[in-house]
């Protein structure tokens, strides 16, 4: 479990780092109070961390844009940029040996209960989301597929 202030520091040092290294402006907005269950926490992290390095390898762009937003019911992150975009369809069907960052995040994201999703197309940047309801979000209910813990002994 990580605290606001510590979600916030975190998040912020890899936008200073993203920015030192790669000279693309990086804007990062933290609107999300309470803790998150720290298997969320870690996929928010490394979601974050792939999506930028595909900027930084991919994308030319001038500026990306991280949010970490609570909504009404559920827990947001997306990383946006404004870069050449690409096909996500045909970026899906080369997924794999070589290519294996967007899958990867989608099944970290789907493996711990969220919902992840690609916007993208030549030309118009791409945008990353990863989405994850509040209850699972906060460690309170057990990703979709998987047993929930069982709290004291079988009869
Ligand atoms: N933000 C982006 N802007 C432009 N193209 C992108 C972006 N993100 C991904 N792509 C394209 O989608 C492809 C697949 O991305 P993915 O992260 O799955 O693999 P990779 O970055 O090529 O390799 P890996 O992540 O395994 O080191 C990339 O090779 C690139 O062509
Ligand atoms: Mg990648």
Redesign the pocket.
């Known amino acids: 479990m990580e605290s606001l202030p510590g979600r916030r520091d975190r998040l912020r040092d890899q936008g200073v780092d993203f920015r030192r290294r790669t000279g693309v402006g990086c804007t990062i907005d933290v609107t999300l109070a309470g803790r998150l269950g720290s298997e969320v926490e870690t996929v928010l992290y490394r979601v974050t961390r ?2 930028m ?3 930084e ?5 001038g500026h990306v844009w991280v949010t970490l937003v609570g909504e009404r019911a559920a827990v947001r992150l997306e ?1 946006r ?1 404004d ?4 096909d ?1 369809a ?2 899906a069907s ?2 794999g040996r ?8 989608r099944e970290r994201v789907e493996l711990a209960g969220g919902t992840w999703s ?1 916007r ?1 197309g030549p030309g118009r ?2 945008t ?1 989301r990863a989405t994850f309801a509040h209850q699972v979000a906060h460690g309170l209910a057990a990703p979709h597929g998987r047993p929930g813990v069982t709290v004291g002994s079988p009869a």
């Open positions: 792939e999506a390095t595909n900027v390898k991919h994308a030319r762009a990383i940029d870069g050449v975009g690409f996500p045909a970026a080369r997924a070589d290519h294996y960052g967007l899958l990867g995040m690609l993208s940047g791409a990353v």
